[in-house]
Nanobody, 127 residues
Framework: QVQLVESGGGLVQAGGSLRLSCASS????????MGWFRQTPAKEREFVAA????????TYTDSVKGRFTIYRDNGKNTVYLEMNSLKPEDTAVYSC????????????????????WGQGTQVTVSS
């Protein structure tokens, strides 16, 4: 069982920065690939970024490339999403997710590939 708790959301002006954290319980964090997704009432859940279990491989949706960075600290059982140059369209509830994997190289971009989810943290970017 993996429990995930996000933190770091808030209200920020356009152009500002936030860092989201997702802390995992247990001693299995190094066995899971991690992802960040976001959702608004008007849209379906959207993939944002993902990282392999050893942190060596990452991927991003096009709209955040060059602005967001995903990274992890397996010693702290935590994955982060550094968000810079925020735009109003980045406003959403951001959730982290975990997926078991036996391959250090793999990450996942589809919600149904993930087994565990956090409750989410609200990010609001004002114009």
């Amino acid at each position: 069982q993996v429990q995930l708790v996000e933190s770091g959301g808030g209200l920020v002006q356009a152009g500002g920065s936030l860092r989201l954290s997702c802390a995992s319980s247990g001693r299995t964090f190094s066995s899971v690939a991690m992802g960040w997704f976001r959702q608004t009432p008007a849209k379906e859940r959207e993939f944002v970024a993902a990282i392999s279990r050893n942190g060596a491989s990452t991927t991003y949706t096009d709209s955040v490339k060059g602005r967001f960075t995903i990274y992890r600290d397996n010693g702290k059982n935590t994955v982060y999403l550094e968000m810079n140059s925020l735009k109003p369209e980045d406003t959403a509830v951001y959730s982290c997710a975990a997926a078991w994997t036996y391959d250090d190289r793999l990450y996942y971009v589809k919600p149904n590939e993930y087994s565990y989810w956090g409750q989410g943290t609200q990010v609001t970017v004002s114009s």
